[in-house]
């Protein structure tokens, strides 16, 4: 079997905690190189800067960025222009149409484009999608609740226009809905709440609709102690299902969970499959890059009205003002 | 040739100005019915409800929208089961998820779906493509200020949630943009400010970039009095092209005018264009559904950071407050 060399962009959270052990354990992908200004990882390459690792390893043929979406295009731009093929990390930039450029260059340059989703790689969210299939669909109860300050301590970038906020864990829910409904949805209506110091939601509330009447309810909420909520319960004409913990677990009309519980969610296999999915598209030189989650997200800021919210501060860095 | 029978829906502004009359100068088309609560137009037959049409004229083959976009989707989609062909007026719909829904349901049943974008068919903006293409952008600067006061007494869906404010004009700057720019760009920063009393922004700056450093800067303002501005200008590395009264008339490096002004926007000639494209459209039975303008309005919204401006009232309205 190929064992191709991948880089990755931006070792932060994301990257330490899910990419370098989903390389690290992959049979298709080697660690090859990072870029970080902030220290890499033990035992791998570092690069200051993107073009300093283009221009010293014309070796490796793949690259990963983890770092925040508002700096993504440049780079990923950059590595398509040198002939590399590019995984991105969720949501694949802070705009749609920096995505749609990046698609359309890898299309006309035959190279490997993939905007990862990692929560449709969850345990469950393909049995959800067979469950639902041929079942007409009524209501979708979405709750994705979690404490932003155990999730994304320091993280200033998703308060940054462009972070998304709140939306940064729902585009995860949004990506499981599309892949596993049978129909269509658009949004209605939204409400996002603006703390008044900060540039995106903490809260929001998002409806949308399919062509049947179908409806969808989101509750999202980055102030949620406790356990995290990572739920969408789908009622349908025939059974109720609940797709549970992100994805991980499943269960109908109240009965057996399916699927795998997990401890820390997504260790167990998202990342994994992501990245066999990639060594698919690398083989079949072609690109996956389904905007629908982001078109979700982008349309809920567009129709939504704004609230103000009480003025937020990550403890994280609060010892720094 | 054949006379096409086309119904419109919604009878206001735009298509009392610009749908009418174009269909009346057409050779393609025949008004057969309108569908509106406020009364349609001498001589034509008039339903209440767009159900009600379907059901009575199952002879007409083609129903353009000249409904605000919030109430857009339900129709479309209902004609578009009911077999007709239909041409959306500019902003397609109030989501992009709901546009790109239509689009696929046309393309399944083999229809035409139109969404239109009238300025692309100004007088000058064949011209300034021609004039862009292979000469190097280095930066456009987009003005579109005008009095809404006056360009849109009384409309009250723009000023809600999904009417885009100051982007409804704007979005015209954007069709012509992603028509004659040899480039694609994207929204790299947006300030938008919304009347303390309105769902939509009032004025906006938006910021856009190609892969090449290529810039545009959008100064929008729905408060601007006096003549309307609506111009963008294109520096290049060979001449400067100025493209004036919303893509009418053209000039480089300030030179004599090309094109024809107008004395009404877009009456001369907009509209009829439309109309003829979308005969074309039907008699090869394909769809135009081009939604860049509408993700780059999408990115500036969900990209931009807001700020406050005072309340607005519209003096159309002041009277029944």
Redesign the interface.
């Known amino acids: 079997m190929t064992v191709t060399d991948v880089a990755i962009v931006g070792v932060g959270k994301i990257a330490r905690d899910q990419h370098v052990p989903a390389i690290e354990a992959s049979g298709d992908f080697r660690l090859a190189a990072t870029v970080s200004r902030s220290g890499g990882v033990d035992g791998v390459d570092n690069f200051a800067t993107l073009d300093a690792l283009l221009a010293a390893r014309p070796d490796i043929p793949a690259i990963s960025f983890c770092n925040p979406p508002q700096v993504r295009?440049a780079g990923a731009?950059a590595a398509l222009e040198a002939g590399r093929h590019v995984m991105l990390e969720k949501p694949p930039g802070?705009?749609?149409?920096?995505v749609?450029?990046l698609a359309?260059?890898a299309e006309a340059r035959g190279l490997t484009l993939q905007a990862t989703w990692h929560s449709r790689h969850a345990a469950s969210v393909a049995a959800a999608k067979a469950f639902l299939a041929g079942r007409r669909i009524r209501l979708v109860r979405i709750d994705w609740k979690e404490d932003v300050r155990v999730w994304h301590p320091g993280q200033q970038w998703i308060w940054q226009?462009?972070g998304?906020g709140v939306f940064d864990p729902a585009i995860n829910a949004f990506s499981i809905l599309t892949e596993i409904l049978p129909v269509?949805?658009?949004?209605?209506?939204?409400e996002l709440r603006?703390p008044v110091n900060c540039?995106t939601p903490i809260a929001a509330e998002v409806e949308?609709a399919g062509?049947r009447g179908e409806r969808v309810l989101a509750a999202l909420d980055f102030l949620h102690e406790g356990d995290p909520m990572w739920r969408q319960v789908v009622e349908t004409d025939a059974g109720t299902l609940t797709l549970d913990q992100g994805g991980a677990i499943m269960s109908v009309d109240g009965g057996a969970q399916q699927g795998e519980a997990w401890s820390a969610p997504g260790i167990e296999g998202e990342y994994p499959s992501l990245y066999a999915r990639f060594a698919e598209l690398l083989a079949a030189r072609t690109c996956e890059v389904d905007l629908?989650p982001m078109?979700?997200?982008?349309?809920a800021?567009?129709?939504?009205?704004?609230v103000d919210a009480p003025a937020f501060v990550d403890p994280a860095l609060a010892g720094d003002r």
């Open positions: 295009y731009r802070a705009s749609l149409s920096e749609h450029d359309a260059l226009a462009g998304l269509p949805v658009h949004v209605t209506a939204a603006f540039e949308m062509p629908r078109v979700l997200v982008a349309d800021f567009t129709l939504g009205r704004r």
